[in-house]
């Protein structure tokens, strides 16, 4: 997995229709980093977004434990991707130096592992202070 580019992971999926699933995270090889923080994020109104920041340090993985994520991300380069987690078999790896808007559908739980402890001098809040890092 290259820590400059998102990426979308399939996670491995234990179990069957009847009794449900199981999905994990476990071990370097799927993720890149020793996690220092675990949050989560729900109770948004649907279609609200979030995010709205840029991390200079901080790399995420991100998985919607249910209903509906719209990610938006722009790198400093002016690259532009979008991506749709709806299922909690899925999670996105956001690297640092991402500008992220994301929208919330169907009380949507977001479930973040990050890199690093919380530091609000980590966050470009201004989207046109962000745009002149390019
Ligand atoms: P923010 O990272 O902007 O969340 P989102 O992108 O989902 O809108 O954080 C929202 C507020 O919560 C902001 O005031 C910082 C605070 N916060 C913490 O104090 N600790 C944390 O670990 C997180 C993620 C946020």
Redesign the pocket.
């Known amino acids: 997995m290259s820590r400059n580019k998102p990426c979308l992971l399939e996670l491995p999926k234990i179990g069957e229709k009847d009794i449900g699933f199981i999905s994990l995270i476990e071990g370097e090889n799927l993720l890149p980093f020793v996690p220092k923080?675990i949050?989560w994020?729900y109770d948004v109104l649907n279609g609200n977004k979030?995010?709205?920041?840029y991390h200079n340090d901080l790399e995420q993985i991100i998985i919607c434990l249910s209903g509906k994520l719209i990610i938006s991300l722009e790198s400093v380069s002016g690259e532009k991707d979008r991506y749709i987690l709806n299922h909690p078999s899925k999670a996105l790896y956001l690297p640092a130096k991402y500008w992220r808007d994301?929208v919330f559908e169907d009380n949507a739980v977001l479930l973040c592992i990050a890199s690093e402890n919380?530091n609000?001098n980590d966050y470009i809040r201004d989207y046109k202070e962000f745009l002149n890092k390019n």
């Open positions: 923080r949050y994020v979030r995010g709205g920041h994301i919380y609000e």
